[in-house]
């Protein structure tokens, strides 16, 4: 079973913490994601990496960086945590070839006060 | 405009009835496709791709329609157990996102 973990189901931070976000997967998949999911607003894509040290902007890139040392791991950095960052935060990951589906983390639900 | 949108429901209908959801793609570079389910606080997990020539699992069927980029889902004889929020997503090309639509809650009535 392809298995990916995020560290934590439940964080709460304060505004202008530093936050890291971890998430590994075990199938060395190439492909690693980073959602927040809203209500209302779906899914949006934070960041992407496609292999070691690359990353390419999703669609909210803004207060986010991310890691990608390891194929294994992916992590998210909110580099100064504020309210609105308060939201679920999902990892996926998946093979490169065409039509595979994208596995996921359990969440992580992120609380900034 | 968003790049994949879906109705976001909620669609209300009775144990046993046939419901059907679209979802609309803009980029016609898109290449893969799939529908996803996410229960109440859980993360989505793959329902089924879609492929070309439309493709069934069980009650479950899904089109593709090119010419007019959208893709569908078709629910039979709906159950209880089938109500959670149903998601597209699109694929562009091996190494690229993933973009999903918003999703479209479902829920089945006894």
Same mark, same amino acid.
């Not at chain 1, 039509?99 to 992580?108: I, P, R, S």
């Given at each position: 079973d392809v298995k990916v973990t995020q560290s934590s189901r439940y964080l709460?931070?304060?505004?202008?913490?530093?936050? *890291?976000?971890?998430?590994?997967q075990d199938m060395d998949h190439e492909n690693m994601f980073w959602y927040r999911q809203d209500p209302g607003l779906g899914l949006r894509l934070i960041y992407f990496s496609y292999d070691v040290k690359m990353k390419e902007k999703g669609d909210i890139p803004e207060g986010y960086s991310v890691s990608r040392e390891k194929k294994e791991r992916f992590s998210l950095i909110l580099e100064s945590a504020s309210t609105n960052q308060t939201s679920?935060?999902?990892?996926?990951?998946?093979?490169?070839?065409?039509?595979?589906?994208? *596995? *996921?983390?359990?969440?992580?639900r992120l609380t900034v006060v | 405009r968003k790049e994949v949108e879906q109705d976001p429901g909620p669609f209300n209908v009775p144990e046993?009835?046939?419901?059907?959801?679209?979802c609309?793609?803009?980029? @016609?570079?898109?290449? @893969?496709?799939?529908?996803?389910?996410? %229960?109440?606080?859980?993360?989505?997990?793959?329902l089924m791709s879609v492929y070309s020539s439309g493709n069934e699992d069980g009650r479950f069927t899904a089109q593709l329609n090119r010419a007019s980029q959208y893709i569908s889902l078709l629910i039979r %004889?709906? /159950?209880?157990? %089938? @109500?959670?929020?149903?998601?597209?997503?699109? /694929?562009?090309? @091996?190494?690229? /996102?993933?973009?999903?639509g918003s999703g479209t809650r479902l829920s089945i009535r006894p």
């Open positions: 709460v931070k304060r505004t202008g913490e530093k936050v *890291f976000l971890e998430c590994v679920m935060y999902l990892c996926a990951s998946n093979w490169i070839r065409m039509n595979t589906e994208a *596995f *996921f983390g359990q969440g992580t | 046993g009835a046939t419901v059907a959801f679209n609309t793609y803009s980029n @016609s570079a898109s290449q @893969s496709f799939f529908w996803y389910r996410q %229960d109440c606080r859980k993360e989505p997990k793959l %004889d709906s /159950k209880l157990s %089938d @109500s959670a929020t149903y998601l597209c997503a699109v /694929k562009h090309s @091996s190494a690229s /996102k993933i973009i999903f």
